[in-house]
């Protein structure tokens, strides 16, 4: 069973820094992308950052230059380095992978989500 479990959420103030991590267990094939996701109350879930397992990123352009995105394929861990924190930042982010299993289809997973909130 393929799982991600997201942690170093928190309440942070603004221009604080928070780390997130996301470990993967149950993943015995490469992920081809693996990122953060993050949704605010009433608003829509939203790409924050994501890796390739070549190494390509992307981001929105809202974290450009804040944010940094980095993995371990060995430890199937995805981290999300986030400096210059802004009250826009607060969401509940959620861990993301997408891969093919053997013999499968292309699939996404998710983990809980961790809540972020950052105090004016």
């Known amino acids: 069973q393929v799982q991600l479990v997201e942690s170093g959420g928190g309440l942070v103030q603004s221009g604080g820094s928070l780390r997130l991590s996301c470990a993967g267990s149950g993943i015995i094939f490469n992920l081809d992308v693996m990122g953060w996701y993050r949704q605010a109350p009433g608003k829509q879930r939203e790409l924050v950052a994501s890796m390739t397992s070549d190494g390509d990123t992307n981001y929105v352009d809202s974290v450009k230059g804040r944010f940094t995105v980095s993995r371990d394929n060995v430890k199937k861990t995805v981290y999300l380095q986030m400096n210059n924190l802004r009250p826009e930042d607060t969401a509940i982010y959620y861990c993301?992978?997408?891969?093919?299993?053997?013999?499968?289809?292309?699939?996404?997973?998710w983990g809980q989500g961790t809540q972020v909130i950052v105090s004016s």
């Open positions: 993301h992978a997408g891969g093919t299993p053997p013999f499968g289809n292309y699939r996404d997973y």
